[in-house]
């Protein structure tokens, strides 16, 4: 079973950073593909960040460059380090996984993923 928990967010003036973190705390096995995914209000979620088991990552271009993903294998822990951040990246953040072989894009649907933590608060003020 895969029990994914976010941490990290919080409130953040607009020039600043901050790191998310996601942890699993069931399962100590790799996942195929992890991702960030932010949701505004009244937006659809998006995907901000992947990273494929192998470290193939792809980002947001509206994030390229400011936002790096990562994760510590050893204690099975994803994070999403950002910096620059400014109000269009206040948002919901959540965590997701698929540790069955998929497209591990941003491009790829939320609907592809079947593990979800229950999400991080990001609000970032000008």
């Known amino acids: 079973q895969v029990h994914l928990v976010e941490s990290g967010g919080g409130s953040v003036q607009a020039g600043g950073s901050l790191r998310l973190s996601c942890a699993d705390t069931r399962s100590k096995y790799s996942h195929f593909c992890m991702a960030w995914f932010r949701q505004a209000p009244g937006k659809q979620r998006e995907g901000v960040a992947t990273?494929?088991?192998?470290?193939?990552?792809t980002y947001a271009d509206s994030v390229k460059g400011r936002f790096t993903i990562s994760r510590d294998n050893a204690d099975n822990t994803l994070y999403l380090q950002m910096t620059s951040l400014n109000s269009e990246d206040t948002g919901m953040y959540y965590c997701?996984?698929?540790?069955?072989?998929?497209?591990?894009?941003?491009?790829?649907?939320?609907?592809?993923?079947?593990?979800w933590g229950q999400g991080t608060q990001v609000t970032v003020s000008s």
């Open positions: 990273l494929r088991a192998d470290g193939y990552s």
């Open positions: 997701a996984a698929e540790t069955r072989a998929t497209l591990c894009v941003t491009q790829t649907g939320s609907g592809a993923f079947p593990y």
